[in-house]
């Protein structure tokens, strides 16, 4: 499962990320929704991709977190919650994911980013 060096262009990868960022501040999403699928786009595989966006959100986050925070538009608490279902959740679906062979993981991220959409456009 694991790919060799990465050969995307840096500037590729600069307007991703700068893509996913103004997705980030503006509708709370960003390394899923626009990161996986664009990696994949650009040549990673799919395991490397969901990897990757995982640890680039880390910096968005924070930057999202702080800016939100100055505004006082975070509920601390309910922060504090998540943050500790999405710690124990992250360990359980990283270990889920390396069991899928790339094609499953693309079905399963396809699926789930489909069902999502119908479930907004339906609210």
Do not use: K, W
């Not at 501040?25 to 626009?34: P, R």
């Not at 040549?43 to 924070?62: D, M």
């Amino acid at each position: 499962m694991t790919e060799g060096p990465l050969r995307v262009p840096p500037f590729l990868l600069a307007a991703i990320g700068a893509a996913a960022g103004v997705l980030s501040g503006l509708l709370g999403v960003g390394g899923g929704i626009v990161m996986v699928p664009a990696l994949v786009i650009a040549g990673l595989g799919q395991h490397r991709a969901q990897a990757t966006s995982l640890a680039a959100i880390v910096p968005i986050a924070v930057v999202g977190a702080i800016f939100f925070g100055r505004a006082a538009n975070i509920d601390y608490l309910a922060a504090v919650v998540l943050a500790a279902g999405s710690v124990v959740g992250a360990r359980i679906g990283a270990l889920l994911m390396h069991r899928l062979s790339e094609v499953l993981l693309a079905r399963v991220f396809g699926v789930f980013m489909l069902i999502v959409a119908v479930t907004m456009l339906v609210r």
